[in-house]
């Protein structure tokens, strides 16, 4: 299945630095002339609209920072990892995925080689689109935890490819017939295969 590799440019679109995102009370206080305490009557201290489909009805939903969110049913995990370490590359054909640190800097690679990357701080946030080979990695001192946010249609969760390098890390270490399990379980290490010539 064809993937592609956004530019940094293209992928900015799908970035929300929690530093630049303008809480949604603000937003109320210049546009409409609301007096603070009567929000915090009513709202928490400080809301942001980070992610979701587009600007939507209601007082809490103005346009986020990135359009997302769309894609169906989703899945809400907290990945945790030690420094330096992360996901080898892997790829969502159908469904989207979201990254949110809420411990730490993590680093996100794209593209078939990991060539792309930016570094995310606590509470940052990137979509990734189907289609793009992606991977992260805790770039911190300690353990840290990264929110991962899954969405797509409920058939098409099982939709995730590796590079054959991981494979081929993982023979090295607990020999072929570790790989060839994981195979017979329905994991795949195929990314850029079909790009061989025969």
């Known amino acids: 299945m064809e993937r592609w590799t956004p530019t940094q ?43 979701s489909p587009g600007p939507l009805p209601g007082q809490l939903s103005p346009k986020p920072a990135v359009e997302g969110g769309d894609a169906g049913v989703f899945r809400l995990g907290i ?21 949110m640190p809420l411990t730490g800097r993590w680093e996100i690679q794209w593209g078939d080689a990991g060539e792309e990357s930016t570094v995310l701080d606590t509470f940052d946030l990137i979509a990734m689109p189907p289609r793009v080979t992606r991977r992260f990695i805790n770039r911190s001192t300690e353990d840290a935890h990264l929110m991962v946010i899954i969405q797509g249609q409920r058939e098409e969760f099982d939709d995730v490819d590796r590079v054959p390098s991981t494979a081929a890390a993982i023979a090295e270490r607990y020999g072929q017939g570790m790989v060839d399990k994981l195979e017979s379980l329905g994991w795949k290490f195929t990314i850029g295969v079909e790009n061989v010539p025969a």
């Open 9 to 51: 440019e293209e992928m900015k679109k799908n970035i929300a630095r929690f530093k630049d995102v303008v809480p949604v009370k603000k937003l109320h206080l210049e546009e409409k002339g609301i007096p603070p305490d009567v929000l915090e009557m009513i709202m928490a201290k400080t809301t942001r609209n980070v992610m």
């Open 79 to 99: 990945a945790t990892c030690p420094p330096d370490q992360g996901p080898g590359l892997h790829v969502h054909y159908r469904t989207h995925e979201t990254f």
